[in-house]
């Protein structure tokens, strides 16, 4: 352990605290550059969450190259990424939720890291098929921690809708998997490249090639994934977008039935000079008597232009409307008697007559403010307005209405300007209605369970929504329930359509079930998430196991050639100590041949010089196989030369016959010899030993009969045979001189009939590129044939 208070290890300690302090800094940017990359595939409905999170990986391979020296650095990279995403919150929830993510994380990291240290010694470039299948699991399980922790933390503070829950676990841990399969591998190895100071410049970074395929497989899955989840996320706000259509379709209808019976109150205005009462209810009560007034209808009534209110006042009272006055709403809320003005629209007649909309007579609807927008802008335009939300005077509910207005100018005339409208508008036509009946009774009944919003866009966005309808509740929401936000709806799965009437702007938003959701999940995703994953895990162990055998295969080569040159070597070596044996050996052997001559020339007894003779003869035959010895160690060690030159063919008979001739008195053999005087181009020294061993053979193999070596002449070459009347060669033999492959190699080598003499033969004819013809049997014996190069320079007797 480096004791810092050392003065001998202070410049140590400060190296490794920058180097540290260096390491968490860039752990943590890449942290937070691989969230803001992640956040680019984000899938774009439902819980916003990534099916390829980098940083997963990154937490992995830091923890796998440093261990808990990583922490700092993906702490602090997390919990930045955490305060930047959620920065709509309150300080306290912010740092709360940063803090229990990032611990979350690290904690997925930490525990996936030590399974695959405890069961994958090569992890993460993994060295086996079995290696990658539990390194994969490990991945598997570490990644459920975050994503069950932080799921539940965002769902407890409202951040995942509660019927998206379970869907966000799975793309949560789908993302973290995902993360740490493709990106592990290739930052640990970066990791470690750039500790040893030679990244990408002495030796780039070396990723197996199952590793690569298990990362693309799974980069593969997760977008098809994607693709498909998008796919259902689209048609499922397709089917959005066309029932919110339908409502907002339906709503305009409504509203323009409503316009027309606006325009049949003006109709009736036109068609009198005054308008009573009577007059008033028997035709309402004919045109909406017989087919009600629209759903969601309060009242429809005449309100005219009044210049004089106690005119107007008086005019009621006669018409048995004794307390009628004309009023507008207090302070307190309660009826008080108009100001001055110049102009007012008082309601006069109303349709239809009860208790509660008795109370609305004598009310000016220019006294308040929106009414009165609503009045001017259909007094100017001469179309059909509308105002909300409005509160009716007669009723004692704070429930949002909707006042709706059609001018009426005087019969005859055609105003074409705003003055010349203020100049003959005569009064108005108008309806209330009560906004969520005529929605709830406008929209058609949906089969599937769906939430259908209403929002006035004129309004600020926290006043905008008025009434919220349920299919699955066949009604309005409770009264209790939290106002609806358009903003927050679209967050998640919706449609929306546009309703434009009478100079007002309505929104109409469709927002998803839980059991809507489900029915457009049809675990297709799932299923070839699952199945591209286990076919790049199975193509993925299959070629590290192939990897694998070739591996063991080049190991076990490297073996066999190591071996075998060893072999080679031992023999070489077994070979050149058998020469230098022999040749050490020669020299006693010549000295003791010297000395038994010179006894059998010495004056020895009778029964003493057959012992002498049998010494000489075996010292001889000593001699000969120490010289067969010697011959094979040079032949074996290649410290011979072939010199090739012409020379004429009785010089080797000479001493040919000296060496044969004795060898077949002592057998009682008839020995034939006739080489001629045939000039030949090889190497004289070579060739005596190459005839002298096959004629040594010969002699040895013949009980009794006839050696010969014979040379015939031809145009070209010089035709040597010898013959021996012997036993013939076994297929051993021949393959010794190079003639047959009829025996396996092992076979000649256990063989007792091996010699010394065939061996050095093969090689002596293949140095001299001669090719021996063998011809063999047990009745006829052997014959040996080869040709000589023949020299056309010199004379012979051809």
Same mark, same amino acid.
């Given at each position: 352990?480096?004791?810092?208070?050392?003065?001998?290890?202070?410049?140590?300690?400060?190296?490794?605290?920058?180097?540290?302090?260096?390491?968490?800094?860039?752990?943590?940017?890449?942290?937070?550059?691989?969230?803001?990359?992640?956040?680019?595939?984000?899938?774009?409905?439902?819980?916003?969450?990534?099916?390829?999170?980098?940083?997963?990986?990154?937490?992995?391979?830091?923890?796998?190259?440093?261990?808990?020296?990583?922490?700092?650095?993906?702490?602090?990279?997390?919990?930045?990424?955490?305060?930047?995403?959620?920065?709509?919150?309150?300080?306290?929830?912010?740092?709360?939720?940063?803090?229990?993510?990032?611990?979350?994380?690290?904690?997925?990291?930490?525990t996936t890291a030590y399974l695959m240290r405890l069961l994958t010694p090569t992890a993460p470039i993994w060295g086996s098929a079995r290696d990658m299948l539990i390194g994969?699991?490990?991945?598997?399980?570490?990644?459920?921690?975050?994503a069950f922790i932080n799921t539940s933390l965002f769902d407890a503070v409202g951040l995942v809708p509660e019927d998206a829950v379970h869907s966000a676990i799975g793309i949560?841990?789908?993302?973290? $998997?995902?993360?740490?399969?493709?990106?592990?591998?290739?930052?640990?190895?970066?990791?470690?490249?750039?500790?040893?100071?030679?990244?990408?410049?002495?030796? /780039?970074?070396?990723?197996?090639?199952?590793?690569?395929?298990?990362?693309?497989?799974?980069?593969?899955?997760?977008?098809?994934?994607?693709?498909?989840?998008?796919?259902?996320?689209?048609?499922?706000?397709?089917?959005?977008?066309?029932?919110?259509?339908?409502?907002?379709?339906?709503?305009?209808?409504?509203?323009?039935?409503?316009?027309? *019976?606006?325009?049949?109150?003006?109709?009736?205005?036109?068609?009198?000079?005054?308008?009573?009462?009577?007059?008033?209810?028997?035709?309402?009560?004919?045109?909406?008597?017989?087919?009600?007034?629209?759903?969601?209808?309060?009242?429809?009534?005449?309100?005219?232009?009044?210049?004089?209110?106690?005119?107007?006042?008086?005019?009621?009272?006669?018409?048995?409307?004794?307390?009628?006055?004309?009023?507008?709403?207090?302070?307190?809320?309660?009826?008080?008697?108009?100001?001055?003005?110049?102009?007012?629209? /008082?309601?006069?007649?109303?349709?239809?007559?009860?208790?509660?909309?008795?109370?609305?007579?004598? $009310? *000016?609807?220019?006294?308040?403010?929106?009414?009165?927008?609503?009045?001017?802008?259909?007094?100017?335009?001469?179309?059909?307005?509308?105002?909300?939300?409005?509160?009716?005077?007669?009723?004692?509910?704070?429930?949002?209405?909707?006042?709706?207005?059609?001018?009426?100018?005087?019969?005859?005339?055609?105003?074409?300007?705003?003055?010349?409208?203020?100049? @003959?508008?005569?009064?108005?036509?108008?309806?209330?209605?009560?906004?969520?009946?005529?929605? *709830?009774?406008?929209?058609?009944?949906?089969?599937?369970?769906?939430?259908?919003?209403?929002?006035?866009?004129?309004?600020?966005?926290?006043?905008?929504?008025?009434?919220?309808?349920?299919?699955?509740?066949?009604?309005?929401?409770?009264?209790?329930?939290?106002?609806?936000?358009?903003?927050?709806?679209?967050?998640?799965?919706?449609?929306?359509?546009?309703?434009?009437?009478?100079?007002?702007?309505?929104?109409?938003?469709?927002?998803?079930?839980?059991?809507?959701?489900?029915?457009?999940?049809?675990?297709?995703?799932?299923?070839?998430?699952?199945?591209?994953?286990?076919?790049?895990?199975?193509?993925?162990?299959?070629?590290?196991?192939?990897?694998?055998?070739?591996?063991?295969?080049?190991?076990?080569?490297?073996?066999?050639?190591?071996?075998?040159?060893?072999?080679?070597?031992?023999?070489?070596?077994?070979?050149?100590?058998?020469?230098?044996?022999?040749?050490?050996?020669?020299?006693?052997?010549?000295?003791?041949?010297?000395?038994?001559?010179?006894?059998?020339?010495?004056?020895?007894?009778?029964?003493?010089?057959?012992?002498?003779?049998?010494?000489?003869?075996?010292?001889?035959?000593?001699?000969? @196989?120490?010289?067969?010895?010697? *011959?094979?160690?040079? $032949?074996?060690?290649?410290?011979?030369?072939?010199?090739?030159?012409?020379?004429?063919?009785?010089?080797?008979?000479?001493?040919?016959?000296?060496?044969?001739?004795?060898?077949?008195?002592?057998?009682?053999?008839?020995?034939?010899?006739?080489?001629?005087?045939?000039?030949?181009?090889?190497?004289?020294?070579?060739?005596?030993?190459?005839?002298?061993?096959?004629?040594?053979?010969?002699?040895?193999?013949?009980? =009794?009969?006839?050696?010969?070596?014979?040379?015939?002449?031809?145009?070209?070459?010089?035709?040597?045979?010898?013959?021996?009347?012997?036993?013939?060669?076994?297929?051993?033999? =021949?393959?010794?001189?190079? =003639?047959?492959?009829?025996?396996?190699?092992?076979?000649?080598?256990?063989?007792?009939?091996? =010699?010394?003499?065939?061996?050095?033969?093969?090689?002596?004819?293949?140095?001299?590129?001669?090719?021996?013809?063998?011809?063999?049997?047990?009745?006829?014996?052997?014959?040996?044939?080869?040709?000589?190069?023949?020299?056309?320079?010199?004379?012979?007797?051809?």
């Amino acid at each position: 352990m480096i004791r810092c208070g050392a003065p001998a290890n202070v410049k140590l300690c400060v190296r490794l605290k920058a180097e540290d302090i260096a390491v968490t800094l860039c752990i943590a940017l890449l942290w937070i550059v691989g969230a803001q990359l992640g956040f680019y595939v984000a899938l774009n409905q439902g819980f916003q969450t990534t099916l390829l999170w980098i940083p997963s990986g990154l937490a992995l391979a830091g923890l796998l190259w440093r261990g808990n020296r990583a922490v700092p650095g993906l702490f602090l990279g997390a919990f930045t990424t955490s305060v930047v995403q959620f920065y709509m919150l309150s300080p306290g929830a912010i740092s709360a939720i940063a803090i229990i993510a990032s611990c979350a994380v690290i904690l997925g990291g930490a525990t996936t890291a030590y399974l695959m240290r405890l069961l994958t010694p090569t992890a993460p470039i993994w060295g086996s098929a079995r290696d990658m299948l539990i390194g994969t699991a490990c991945m598997a399980v570490g990644s459920a921690i975050p994503a069950f922790i932080n799921t539940s933390l965002f769902d407890a503070v409202g951040l995942v809708p509660e019927d998206a829950v379970h869907s966000a676990i799975g793309i949560y841990w789908l993302g973290e $998997f995902g993360g740490m399969v493709v990106f592990t591998a290739p930052l640990f190895i970066v990791f470690k490249m750039a500790a040893k100071g030679n990244i990408a410049l002495t030796s /780039p970074a070396k990723i197996t090639s199952p590793t690569i395929l298990l990362a693309v497989f799974t980069a593969s899955a997760l977008s098809i994934f994607a693709w498909l989840k998008v796919n259902e996320g689209e048609a499922l706000t397709r089917s959005l977008q066309r029932d919110a259509s339908i409502a907002a379709n339906s709503l305009t209808r409504a509203l323009e039935a409503a316009g027309r *019976d606006l325009e049949s109150i003006r109709a009736l205005v036109y068609a009198h000079d005054r308008l009573y009462k009577s007059e008033f209810l028997r035709f309402s009560e004919t045109e909406f008597g017989s087919r009600g007034l629209y759903p969601g209808a309060q009242a429809l009534s005449w309100a005219p232009k009044v210049i004089n209110p106690p005119e107007w006042e008086r005019g009621m009272r006669a018409a048995g409307e004794k307390e009628s006055i004309l009023f507008e709403v207090g302070v307190d809320g309660g009826r008080v008697r108009v100001g001055n003005r110049d102009e007012y629209f /008082p309601v006069e007649l109303i349709y239809p007559p009860s208790d509660v909309n008795n109370r609305a007579l004598g $009310f *000016d609807l220019g006294s308040e403010r929106n009414r009165r927008k609503a009045l001017e802008r259909a007094r100017d335009t001469g179309l059909t307005s509308m105002m909300a939300p409005i509160y009716l005077v007669q009723s004692d509910k704070r429930m949002a209405a909707m006042l709706m207005c059609l001018p009426i100018y005087s019969l005859g005339t055609n105003p074409e300007s705003s003055s010349e409208r203020a100049e @003959h508008l005569t009064g108005f036509a108008t309806g209330v209605f009560y906004i969520g009946s005529v929605f *709830d009774a406008a929209i058609p009944q949906f089969e599937a369970s769906i939430t259908l919003s209403l929002f006035d866009l004129s309004l600020p966005n926290s006043e905008q929504w008025y009434h919220s309808y349920s299919n699955a509740t066949s009604g309005a929401l409770k009264s209790g329930e939290p106002r609806p936000v358009a903003s927050e709806l679209r967050a998640h799965f919706y449609g929306e359509s546009l309703v434009r009437f009478a100079g007002h702007r309505w929104l109409v938003i469709a927002t998803p079930s839980s059991s809507f959701i489900s029915s457009f999940s049809t675990g297709v995703p799932w299923s070839a998430l699952l199945l591209i994953l286990t076919l790049g895990l199975g193509l993925s162990s299959i070629l590290i196991e192939r990897i694998a055998a070739r591996k063991r295969i080049e190991m076990e080569q490297i073996k066999t050639v190591s071996a075998l040159a060893e072999a080679n070597a031992a023999n070489e070596s077994k070979s050149y100590f058998m020469a230098a044996a022999s040749h050490d050996i020669k020299q006693p052997l010549y000295a003791l041949g010297i000395l038994t001559d010179t006894l059998l020339m010495s004056d020895l007894k009778k029964e003493m010089r057959p012992v002498i003779e049998n010494v000489s003869k075996s010292v001889k035959e000593m001699s000969l @196989h120490f010289d067969t010895l010697m *011959d094979m160690g040079r $032949f074996q060690d290649g410290s011979f030369e072939v010199n090739l030159g012409e020379f004429v063919m009785d010089e080797l008979a000479r001493r040919i016959d000296l060496e044969v001739a004795p060898l077949c008195n002592e057998k009682n053999l008839r020995w034939h010899l006739d080489l001629g005087d045939y000039a030949v181009i090889s190497d004289p020294e070579l060739l005596l030993r190459l005839l002298r061993n096959l004629l040594i053979n010969a002699v040895s193999y013949t009980v =009794q009969g006839d050696v010969s070596c014979i040379a015939r002449a031809t145009e070209k070459t010089i035709e040597i045979c010898i013959y021996d009347t012997g036993p013939g060669l076994s297929k051993e033999q =021949q393959f010794l001189i190079g =003639q047959t492959n009829t025996a396996s190699r092992q076979n000649v080598i256990d063989s007792s009939e091996m =010699q010394l003499g065939f061996s050095i033969v093969n090689r002596i004819s293949r140095a001299l590129e001669l090719t021996i013809e063998v011809n063999t049997s047990a009745t006829i014996g052997t014959q040996f044939r080869f040709e000589l190069q023949r020299s056309l320079t010199s004379g012979d007797n051809s």
